[in-house]
């Protein structure tokens, strides 16, 4: 069965971390490139992260470059999102997203292969 599982969301206060984890079975997450997203209520779905297949690239949102990093165990078929300096703004179910086409991070959204359940990420102000 194939599937991605999100780990590591919870409640932290302003300025607090967390490491989201994102785990593949039933398939090699080595081929794919990885993206992050999130939502937020009342809010669409956005793009957070996102790294290459080969950890060759790796781009960030504006809103947080140089707060966030993301990274990739393939070993373990694992992707991994460090969140530093968090935010009240980035409250957000977050999802990790698989795409086939693993060497670039300009898919769009849609084109994501296979998405997690998604992991709660709340910011105390």
């Known amino acids: 069965q194939v599937q991605l599982v999100e780990s590591g969301g919870g409640l932290v206060q302003s300025g607090g971390s967390l490491r989201l984890s994102c785990r593949a079975s039933?398939?090699?997450?080595?081929?794919?490139?990885i993206g992050w997203f999130r939502q937020a209520p009342g809010k669409e779905r956005e793009g957070v992260a996102c790294v290459t297949h080969s950890i060759s690239t790796m781009h960030y949102a504006d809103s947080v470059k140089g707060r966030f990093t993301v990274s990739r165990d393939n070993a373990k078929n694992t992707a991994y999102l460090q969140m530093t300096a968090l935010k009240p703004d980035d409250t957000a179910v977050y999802y990790c997203a698989a795409d086939l086409s693993g060497s670039s991070c300009t898919a769009p959204i849609e084109m994501y292969d296979y998405w997690g359940q998604g992991t709660q990420v709340t910011v105390s102000s």
């Open positions: 039933g398939f090699t997450l080595a081929s794919y490139a």
